[in-house]
């Protein structure tokens, strides 16, 4: 079955960087559209970013030119780099399938906290 581990998150200063990796197993990971999602405090999981199998991406409109995700194949991975972070960017992240009505087996998620 398929498995998502995300890894990454860390406590970082507003306007600081960090990437997100998430490694993905038992799926033909080439063949599949990914998406990154996130969850504040309070709030329901929304999808942030996705990559289609042929590296297409899409965005939220309120994290265009911020976050930027992609891809390694070789790797079976997928990343989120995050630039300009802000406090209203403090969430759990997941990564899984792009297409919300096939996600499944949420991983643990990595926690980003952006904070003085």
């Known amino acids: 079955q398929v498995q998502f581990v995300e890894s990454g998150g860390d406590l970082v200063q507003p306007g600081g960087s960090l990437r997100l990796s998430c490694a993905v197993s038992?799926?033909?990971?080439?063949?599949?559209?990914m998406g990154w999602y996130r969850q504040a405090p309070g709030k329901q999981r929304e999808l942030v970013a996705t990559i289609t199998n042929t590296g297409a991406t899409n965005y939220v409109d309120s994290l265009k030119g911020r976050f930027t995700i992609s891809r390694d194949n070789a790797k079976n991975t997928v990343y989120l780099q995050m630039n300009n972070l802000k406090p209203e960017d403090t969430a759990v992240y997941y990564c899984?399938?792009?297409?919300?009505?096939?996600?499944?087996?949420w991983g643990q998620g990595t926690q980003v906290t952006v904070s003085s």
């Open positions: 038992g799926i033909i990971f080439k063949a599949n559209n």
């Open positions: 899984n399938f792009a297409n919300v009505l096939i996600v499944s087996n």
